[in-house]
């Protein structure tokens, strides 16, 4: 018997990301499947405004390229993970769904009046699809993109009306396209032809956990900065002043990190927001669980002198193994 609950169309899309090329509808208009929203910031302050807004360097950007950036409260307190693209006359923000209105209202309040930026929330009009996997060059190739191979994450160009992004949403290679939503059946039915794998919303989330990646309401919360989560490539250190900028830099100056989000190995099924202890000592806390075709599997914050890739611990009636996940980094630059 497997140890778990998994299906085996979503077992076969898992193994087709990791080892030959899946596609995910992650945003499509109005679908309540969507794990993704977009917000377009245009007029001449816009890369001023999200430069000021957000951890990474936006004026270092051009047009054709793109980050990761984190949103963070003035206590360096985590909202959102968001990939922004620079086009020529705006910056496409790709943000978690769940964060959309709020991101919405939070970068409004920023604005002054002297300042020339317009925020859109397009996402009912906008379908994101992610391929993700090894092989998704030859279907990027045959699809009119193939420039984009072996450029740097976020690089993206324009093919018959679709944006094609470099990087998949994973720690997994892969593209991300970025298309009107009444041209996403014909994108999508291509795309299939050529062989990828449809990833449903549950083994996409099932990756998520699996590689790490932080979501809202999970690892990226009030309780939580970006250094924590692991997210050194999102953040500039010398880019000067952004919301909650200062706590960052103190932190990375004295390396006063104090927990880690990694990976933890179960040995049967958790709740997220189970405490994690060593003994008596409460040295953490579950914040994801998943099935996978290989067992049971989480994310959880430890307290960093607890220990780091090996250490067992107690999930509530489980017992559980620290591993490390690739999205995430917990090395001092």
Same mark, same amino acid.
């Given at each position: 018997?497997?140890?778990?609950?998994?299906?085996?169309?979503?077992?076969?899309?898992?193994?087709?990301?990791?080892?030959?090329?899946?596609?995910?509808?992650?945003?499509?208009?109005?679908?309540?499947?969507?794990? =993704? #929203?977009? +917000?377009? +910031?245009?007029?001449?302050?816009?890369?001023?405004?999200?430069?000021?807004?957000?951890?990474?360097?936006?004026?270092?950007?051009?047009?054709?390229?793109?980050?990761?950036?984190?949103?963070?409260?003035?206590?360096?307190?985590?909202?959102?993970?968001?990939?922004? !693209?620079?086009?020529?006359? %705006?910056?496409? =923000?790709?943000?978690?769904?769940?964060?959309?209105?709020?991101?919405?209202?939070? &970068?409004?309040? !920023?604005?002054?009046?002297?300042?020339?930026?317009?925020?859109?929330?397009?996402?009912?009009?906008?379908?994101?699809?992610?391929?993700?996997?090894?092989?998704?060059?030859?279907?990027?190739?045959?699809?009119?993109?193939?420039?984009?191979?072996?450029?740097?994450?976020?690089?993206?160009?324009?093919?018959d009306g679709a944006i094609f992004a470099v990087g998949s949403g994973l720690a997994e290679p892969g593209y991300t396209l970025i298309l009107p939503i009444a041209e996403k059946q014909k994108w999508w039915e291509r795309i299939l032809e050529l062989g990828a794998v449809e990833l449903s919303d549950r083994a996409w989330?099932? =990756?998520?956990?699996?590689?790490?990646?932080?979501?809202?309401?999970?690892? &990226?919360?009030?309780?939580?900065?970006?250094?924590?989560?692991?997210?050194?490539?999102?953040?500039?250190?010398?880019?000067?002043?952004?919301?909650?900028?200062?706590?960052?830099?103190? =932190?990375?100056?004295?390396?006063?990190?104090?927990? !880690?989000?990694?990976?933890?190995?179960?040995?049967?099924?958790?709740?997220?927001?189970?405490?994690?202890?060593? #003994?008596?000592?409460?040295?953490?806390?579950?914040?994801?669980?998943?099935?996978?075709?290989?067992?049971?599997?989480?994310?959880? !914050?430890?307290?960093?002198?607890? #220990?780091?890739?090996?250490?067992?611990?107690?999930?509530? %009636?489980?017992?559980?193994?620290?591993?490390?996940?690739?999205?995430?980094?917990?090395?001092?630059?």
């Amino acid at each position: 018997m497997p140890t778990s609950a998994i299906d085996g169309k979503d077992a076969a899309a898992i193994q087709a990301a990791r080892e030959g090329v899946a596609v995910s509808d992650a945003c499509g208009g109005r679908s309540h499947r969507s794990h =993704l #929203g977009i +917000i377009r +910031i245009s007029d001449a302050d816009r890369l001023r405004f999200l430069h000021g807004q957000s951890t990474n360097d936006f004026q270092r950007l051009k047009p054709g390229e793109g980050c990761d950036t984190v949103f963070l409260t003035s206590t360096a307190r985590t909202i959102d993970l968001v990939t922004g !693209y620079v086009l020529d006359d %705006a910056v496409l =923000l790709l943000v978690s769904a769940n964060r959309r209105e709020f991101l919405m209202q939070w &970068l409004d309040r !920023y604005i002054f009046f002297a300042d020339k930026v317009v925020l859109t929330d397009v996402t009912e009009e906008t379908a994101i699809l992610s391929l993700i996997g090894t092989q998704s060059n030859g279907i990027i190739e045959k699809l009119g993109a193939g420039a984009l191979i072996g450029q740097p994450y976020g690089n993206h160009i324009l093919v018959d009306g679709a944006i094609f992004a470099v990087g998949s949403g994973l720690a997994e290679p892969g593209y991300t396209l970025i298309l009107p939503i009444a041209e996403k059946q014909k994108w999508w039915e291509r795309i299939l032809e050529l062989g990828a794998v449809e990833l449903s919303d549950r083994a996409w989330e099932t =990756l998520r956990i699996l590689q790490g990646r932080p979501a809202p309401d999970f690892e &990226l919360t009030d309780d939580y900065n970006p250094l924590e989560v692991g997210l050194w490539q999102t953040v500039s250190f010398n880019k000067g002043c952004y919301i909650g900028q200062e706590t960052i830099a103190r =932190l990375n100056t004295y390396k006063g990190v104090k927990q !880690y989000l990694w990976g933890i190995r179960l040995d049967a099924a958790a709740e997220p927001g189970t405490v994690m202890t060593i #003994g008596d000592e409460k040295v953490g806390k579950l914040t994801s669980y998943t099935e996978t075709p290989d067992g049971h599997f989480g994310l959880g !914050y430890i307290r960093s002198k607890a #220990g780091g890739v090996g250490l067992k611990v107690q999930v509530g %009636a489980t017992e559980g193994e620290v591993v490390a996940v690739p999205f995430v980094s917990h090395e001092y630059p």
